[in-house]
Every structure is written in structure tokens, then in C-alpha cells.
């Protein structure tokens, strides 16, 4: 696999492995088919209340960051796994609508904080 650590920060055409991977080292990925202001993040760990009050921790989830500002958990569909139309682009370089500092899940009561992504 290419390391994309040194190159320019933005990349395309990439698979969903490749993506996967530059996630997991920070940089956003979206598909080029989707709506601007669409992207994944990786998570490293995040805390979770249930229904019931049960609490417990998550370690390493994809979280989608919807255009409408709202953030869920990501479960690539096997379309998104086939395809050759990432992108990927540094937390620098990221689309206005992106709101990267306190990300709460409304569905499921979920939050993580973002910086977790700088945390080794």
C-alpha cells in the first residue's frame, strides 16, 4: 500500500482501502458521488449511553458526517467497498460545512471528541 504521508494532501480516485487507511491517519474521506459536505472520519475511541443507561467505550468506528451537520456511525455499503472514487484531504484542507470540534450522535446518544484524532 502507497503512503500518502509525504504527498500533497489531497487525494483521489482511490479505493476503500486505501481510504480506509488514510482515515485512520487523520485525513477525512468522502466519495466523489456524494453530497458536498459528506465525509468520514475515523474515531480512535468514543463513550455511548444505551436506552437502558448501560454506558460503555467504543475503540476505532468510522463516523459519517452528514451535510445537514449530523454525525452517525459509518457502515459502508458494498457499493462504497467496489468503487474507485475516494477522496481523501488533511483536516487542514477540510469543507467549511465540516464541524470537527464536539461530535454527539443523536440517534444513539453517542459522543466523542474530536481531538481524539491526534492522540497517538
Not at 38 to 50: E, N, R, S
Not at 96 to 101: D, L, M, R
Request: with cysteine.
Amino acid at each position: 500500500m502507497t503512503d500518502y504521508s509525504k504527498d500533497a494532501p489531497y487525494k483521489d480516485k482511490l479505493t476503500f482501502d486505501e481510504a480506509l487507511v488514510l482515515a485512520r491517519s487523520g485525513f477525512l474521506i468522502s466519495r466523489q458521488t456524494w453530497r458536498a459536505g459528506m465525509f468520514v472520519t475515523w474515531a480512535k475511541y468514543g463513550a455511548f449511553t444505551d436506552s437502558d443507561n448501560t454506558t460503555g467505550t467504543l475503540e476505532g468506528f468510522a463516523v459519517m458526517h452528514r451535510d445537514n451537520g449530523e454525525c452517525v456511525p459509518y457502515i459502508p455499503s458494498n457499493a462504497d467497498m467496489n468503487v474507485h472514487d475516494w477522496s481523501a484531504v488533511t483536516r487542514q484542507q477540510q469543507r467549511p460545512t465540516a464541524k470537527p470540534a464536539e461530535i454527539v450522535m443523536r440517534h444513539s446518544n453517542f459522543a466523542t471528541n474530536d481531538s481524539d484524532f491526534d492522540k497517538d
